[in-house]
């Protein structure tokens, strides 16, 4: 059974007079499914939440209201289903049928329903019993609202009905049965070749590639050139009166794998020649490359003896470096104590073609500046000049070097090399200053040259 949902009972449709706290004061209809808020004011469940949507208040006083804030009134919904209605189609403008429902003990007239009894027995009514109420008719997609004395002559010819097809028994909707027809796979339909046979539909495919005698068919010649294709049933003919045909399009085939072959051969023998080239010239290349590797393993030997002689030669040469530290005020108190100049000798040795080497660090103060010098000292000399490049005297974060162009040339010299002036007043900003306990850092780097110069390294450069 279709279930049809009650809607908003009219007043008139209660036989009675209807007390005011039973009707809604929104619809003004006898109250369905009755809410009540906590004032106390009762509605229809539906029209108050459609109030509140567009007004959160309540419809009589007017406070905050919410859905949360209504509650089910059981005891005045009991009453309302207590109620004595007549049946909401009777003053219906329908068809419906004169035949009595005695089992029901309902008179049924043209007229409408003369149905009467308690509100909540209403919708059973509507739904099993009442012959003015439409209902929706039950196949699927149809929508048709109908009367009960209406359903059963409407589901015999209903075009949404279930049918089953008689060929292949798939159920369908009447509608689609017609389209069905026409590609059902168990109807049975004549060849479309029009060779005469009648066949069911899905094996129509099966019958055209391999039984219809009018299906046209590969010439087992077809690969040399035939191009006719005749129906199944003259194939033994097409070959017996092609066969001269057949044979002339069979040698010409012949023919030209002849002048094919011939073409590769030719080819062949044209490849075969430039492989050949090409490992003469592979062969050329490894010759050359060997020749290279001896001409390079050649030039190898020689590049070593010569690095072997520049590294003997190295080896004369000496380096030594030593590093002096002491302080303006130590080099003051020196001076203070009766000393013409502050001295700090340095011993160097033994190195390459000396003995007992000695350099002397000599600082002078003046009224001006700060001055410098050094100078050897003693120790035997070979005659080998010494390069003092690389030395240098700091003071504080001031730091000078030595000119790399300047060397002693013996011990007996009166060359004094140093900075005259090291440090002036001049050279000083305002705020700078020197400070008694500033530390004196001099780094004094010998170079012994040897008495012959390196080679130059010469190589043989003509093997690319």
Not at 19 to 40: F, I, M
Not at 75 to 92: E, G, K, Q, W, Y
Not at 313 to 328: D, N, S
Request: proline content about 5%; glycine content about 6%.
């Amino acid at each position: 059974e279709v279930t049809v949902t009650l809607q908003i009972m009219d007043p008139k449709d209660v036989i009675g007079e209807v007390a005011e706290e039973l009707q809604c004061v929104v619809c003004y209809q006898v109250l369905d499914n009755p809410h009540s808020c906590h004032e106390g004011h009762t509605f229809c469940k539906g029209c108050v939440l459609e109030w509140i949507q567009r007004s959160p208040t309540c419809p009589i006083g007017r406070e905050a209201l919410h859905a949360d804030g209504l509650s089910f009134n059981r005891p005045l919904a009991s009453i309302i289903d207590r109620l004595v209605v007549r049946c909401t189609n009777h003053d219906a403008d329908g068809r419906a049928s004169k035949k009595r429902r005695s089992d029901e003990g309902v008179e049924v007239s043209g007229g409408g329903c003369e149905w009467t009894g308690k509100k909540s027995d209403l919708q059973s009514h509507l739904d099993s019993v009442c012959q003015f109420q439409r209902h929706e008719c039950p196949n699927s997609r149809c929508r048709t609202l109908l009367f009960p004395c209406e359903m059963e002559e409407h589901k015999k010819g209903c075009i949404f009905r279930n049918l089953q097809c008689k060929l292949c028994s798939k159920w369908l909707l009447a509608v689609d049965l017609g389209v069905h027809e026409t590609m059902c796979p168990s109807a049975i339909v004549p060849c479309p070749r029009e060779c005469g046979r009648e066949l069911v539909r899905s094996s129509l495919p099966t019958h055209e590639q391999e039984e219809c005698p009018l299906t046209p068919v590969q010439c087992p010649f077809e690969a040399h050139g035939c191009r006719v294709r005749p129906v199944r049933r003259d194939i033994i003919k097409h070959q017996t009166e092609g066969a001269d045909r057949h044979a002339s399009i069979v040698s010409e085939k012949m023919a030209e794998m002849e002048r094919m072959h011939r073409e590769m051969d030719m080819r062949v023998a044209q490849l075969e020649a430039r492989l050949d080239r090409t490992v003469q010239r592979v062969n050329d290349t490894v010759s050359g490359q060997d020749r290279l590797k001896v001409h390079v393993d050649a030039t190898s030997e020689r590049l070593s003896e010569s690095i072997e002689s520049v590294s003997a030669k190295a080896e004369a040469l000496e380096y030594c470096e030593k590093r002096v530290q002491f302080t303006i005020y130590d080099a003051a108190q020196r001076i203070k104590n009766g000393a013409v100049v502050c001295s700090y000798p340095i011993e160097f040795g033994p190195i390459v073609g000396y003995r007992n080497f000695k350099l002397r660090f000599r600082v002078c103060f003046l009224k001006t500046h700060l001055a410098v010098h050094i100078e050897p000292c003693g120790g035997e000399w070979k005659g080998y000049p010494l390069h003092l490049a690389g030395s240098s005297i700091t003071i504080g974060d001031v730091t000078n070097l030595f000119d790399d162009s300047v060397a002693i040339d013996g011990p007996q010299s009166s060359f004094v090399f140093g900075f005259e002036k090291f440090m002036t007043k001049k050279s000083l900003k305002d705020t700078d200053c020197f400070y008694y306990y500033d530390r004196v850092e001099i780094d004094a780097v010998i170079h012994v040259e040897p008495d012959q110069p390196l080679l130059h390294l010469e190589v043989d450069d003509s093997a690319t």
